[in-house]
């Protein structure tokens, strides 16, 4: 998990050559990536985008998502992650900062495409902030939380103003458990066992088991406890405590633990 600075983002400047995701993953913070790159593959649940340089993409904490660039490519990029719970307290009824995160049609496309301009006007809104974030000067901390919200209101502008792209092609091996993703997430309180969900959808619990990690990255557990816990919001720290132990078994700091020893 990223650690967020003081004003609740965390932003990097990156250049990866042969850049290659293998599986799929979620965070718990909301997602800004900008591409500098021709021809990176970004998949999204079922969905295959092929981007261009100028792609502005943008993921919730519900997105299953990852990226490939071509061989013997420096895939560069913006990637900037922020607390969705402190942003929704800056909204207003009139400007809703998630809007684009969060309220999607079913035809919704992950990214739009910057024209030369654009992209430019953008890279300087990107730039603002990561100044502000690397400064620990009086009033740096307001500047930096001013210059998110202006990219977050211009992200949505563009969302709603630009003709959104659709995806090149579905991935096909996330088509067999979408179904079960989505009614996981639709049950959340509900029975989630692995012998409820092998009779719900008519599969032997052990191959269930093994298609969900191959489409995914995660066991069907691991991806029931990430989103019981998204669902549980972090605004009330000791309530986020119990409702973990409770879900998971043992405190977050035994869970944090547990994984650095695996």
Request: glycine fraction near 6%.
């Amino acid at each position: 998990m990223r650690q967020l600075n003081k004003a609740g983002f965390w932003l990097s400047h990156n250049n990866d050559l042969d850049w290659h995701m293998g599986g799929y993953h979620l965070h718990d913070y909301y997602e800004i990536n900008f591409v500098l790159t021709d021809d990176v593959e970004f998949f999204v649940a079922e969905k295959v985008y092929r981007a261009r340089a100028g792609a502005l993409f943008v993921f919730n904490d519900l997105d299953l998502h990852r990226s490939v660039s071509p061989p013997q490519v420096v895939h560069e990029r913006y990637v900037l992650y922020f607390d969705s719970q402190r942003v929704m307290a800056w909204s207003t009824e009139q400007t809703d900062l998630l809007d684009c995160f969060i309220n999607r049609g079913p035809d919704f496309s992950h990214y739009v495409q910057l024209d030369e301009q654009q992209s430019h006007r953008f890279l300087q809104l990107l730039r603002r902030l990561e100044s502000y974030g690397e400064s620990s000067g009086y009033g740096s901390d307001l500047y930096a939380r001013m210059a998110l919200i202006e990219i977050l209101i211009h992200v949505n502008k563009l969302f709603r103003s630009s003709p959104l792209p659709g995806p090149q092609r579905r991935e096909k091996k996330l088509d067999r458990v979408l179904p079960i993703i989505r009614y996981i997430q639709e049950n959340l309180a509900g029975d989630l066992s692995l012998d409820h969900l092998s009779k719900t959808f008519f599969l032997n619990k052990y191959h269930l088991g093994k298609i969900f990690k191959e489409a995914t990255g995660f066991t069907v557990t691991e991806y029931i406890i990430h989103r019981r816990i998204a669902n549980v919001g972090y605004n009330n720290y000791s309530h986020f405590i119990r409702t973990f132990k409770r879900l998971v078994g043992i405190s977050p700091k035994q869970y944090q633990l547990s994984r650095v020893s695996e």
